[in-house]
């Protein structure tokens, strides 16, 4: 299976700072299959980016995505109290798809 | 567009279980409905997609033959299934909807909000 190693595993940053997060794929993968999510403690996961870059409806242009083959980025240009959360991203280009195990984004 | 799932349940090993997903707000047949597991503390996992219009499923590797999925396209609800529990099923688990025109699901727009199964 297509392993998606992300990093770093915890980001301790504050309010108004960058954020850049990292997504390594085991595989080549095409843009198209690579989405990006962000879950707060007790709720479900949001889609913030799908096909690497393309942000979800209403999520903030502070939110960006970039990437190609194997590396992919998610970043935060300027973070937001609201944005403390675990964020994954997913590849949905071969089977089975699959997701990376997270970055935690702490104050 | 929104995703209803059932509430929590508590089972004990052996035991059958069935969670259901209401989709309403959408064509519900022509969306996929993925899985995924969400074990105590730790990250998501994709179960496996299933296609309301003619119930095409595709499992993940990792689940196959330890879960089974459904869908009532009649009522719009998608259902996961165990035929025998065990105390490692307990996670909260996650519908999901997907791309009509990805042969994977993904990615995935808008989530149930979750179905915690404890088996103990």
């Known amino acids: 299976e297509t392993v998606l190693t992300q990093s770093p595993e915890t980001l301790s940053l504050s309010p108004g700072e960058r954020a850049t997060l990292s997504c390594r794929a085991s595989r080549a993968l095409a843009n198209i299959v690579l989405a990006w999510y962000q879950q707060k403690p007790g709720q479900p996961p949001r889609l913030l980016i799908s096909?690497?870059?393309i942000r979800a409806a209403g999520i903030p242009d502070r939110f960006s995505g970039s990437g190609s083959d194997t590396d992919f980025t998610l970043t935060i240009s300027r973070l937001d109290p609201d944005d403390f959360a675990v964020y994954y991203c997913?590849?949905?280009?071969?089977?089975?798809?699959?997701f990376g195990q997270g970055t935690r984004v702490e104050l | 567009v929104q995703l209803v799932q059932s509430g929590p349940e508590v089972k004990k090993p052996g035991e059958s279980l069935m969670i259901s997903c209401q989709g309403s707000g959408y064509r519900f047949p022509n969306y996929w409905i993925a899985w995924v597991r969400q074990l105590p503390g730790k990250g998501l996992e994709w179960m496996g997609i299933i296609y309301p219009e003619d119930s095409d499923a595709r499992y993940s590797p990792s689940f196959q033959g330890q879960v089974t999925f459904s869908v009532d396209k009649s009522i719009s609800v998608a259902y996961l299934h165990w035929s025998s529990l065990k105390t490692s099923d307990t996670a909260i688990y996650y519908c999901?909807?997907?791309?009509?025109?990805?042969?994977?699901?993904?990615?995935?727009?808008?989530w149930g909000q979750g179905s915690l199964v404890t088996v103990s």
């Open positions: 999901a909807r997907g791309d009509e025109g990805s042969p994977l699901g993904g990615p995935f727009d808008s």
């Open positions: 096909a690497s870059s």
């Open positions: 997913h590849q949905h280009g071969h089977s089975p798809a699959t």
